[in-house]
T-cell receptor, first 111, second 115 residues
Framework: GQQLNQSPQSMFIQEGEDVSMNCTSSSIFNTWLWYKQDPGEGPVLLIALYKAGELTSNGRLTAQFGITRKDSFLNISASIPSDVGIYFCAASLNSGYALNFGKGTSLLVTP | SAVISQKPSRDICQRGTSLTIQCQVDSQVTMMFWYRQQPGQSLTLIATANQGSEATYESGFVIDKFPISRPNLTFSTLTVSNMSPEDSSIYLC????????????FGQGTRLTVV
């Protein structure tokens, strides 16, 4: 499958700071998803994006589907300690298709 | 979203043996997938589990090593055959309804250690 380029690889921030991570691809995708994975658990879906240019929020999380359909970003505002985990971007040609994943962004938040 | 249950949640197996992982969904779903996540790595698609027909495998994965069954729209199994330490990974079941779905959902994973 097509590997997505996710950055940064890791982030170490203080509680209350905002966080931004992004994902790019050399191919066009029609679905972009963002997941969070805690140790010993499966990935949990945070936000799903289906339309180029779409900007979607889920609480303190905001994600956008790039207009070129080759990129997406995830922002977390006012981070808290429970935001700690690994965040993965994923993309597919269409909803219901298998996913291509980024390598993940490891987020650490200090109180 | 769908509720996905995987069994076992973890296992330690001897090399050369086989382990069958079960994935049960609380509703009928169109698409079911199996992924592998090696230690500290991202997720890699093993195969798409097709209901009533043979699974579709990704490059680098073969049916003899990873036989998959999908007898109905709510259940699938993945077998890891003739295991070696290199097979130590988390194996994840994923589902998508295919229409009007807002994403793909994952089970909690099966953490396999081969010794």
């Amino acid at each position: 499958g097509q590997q997505l380029n996710q950055s940064p690889q890791s982030m170490f921030i203080q509680e209350g700071e905002d966080v931004s991570m992004n994902c790019t691809s050399s191919s066009i995708f029609n679905t972009w998803l963002w997941y969070k994975q805690d140790p010993g658990e499966g990935p949990v879906l945070l936000i799903a994006l289906y339309k180029a240019g779409e900007l979607t929020s889920n609480g303190r999380l905001t994600a956008q589907f790039g207009i070129t359909r080759k990129d997406s970003f995830l922002n977390i505002s006012a981070s808290i300690p429970s935001d700690v985990g690994i965040y993965f971007c994923a993309a597919s040609l269409n909803s219901g298709y298998a996913l291509n994943f980024g390598k993940g962004t490891s987020l650490l938040v200090t109180p | 979203s769908a509720v996905i249950s995987q069994k076992p949640s973890r296992d330690i197996c001897q090399r050369g043996t086989s382990l069958t992982i079960q994935c049960q969904v609380d509703s009928q779903v169109t698409m079911m997938f199996w992924y592998r996540q090696q230690p500290g790595q991202s997720l890699t698609l093993i195969a798409t589990a097709n209901q009533g027909s043979e699974a579709t495998y990704e490059s680098g994965f073969v049916i003899d090593k990873f036989p998959i069954s999908r007898p109905n729209l709510t259940f699938s199994t993945l077998t890891v055959s003739n295991m070696s330490p290199e097979d130590s990974s988390i194996y994840l079941c994923s589902v998508a309804t295919g229409t009007g779905d807002r994403g793909a959902f994952f089970g909690q994973g099966t953490r396999l250690t081969v010794v």
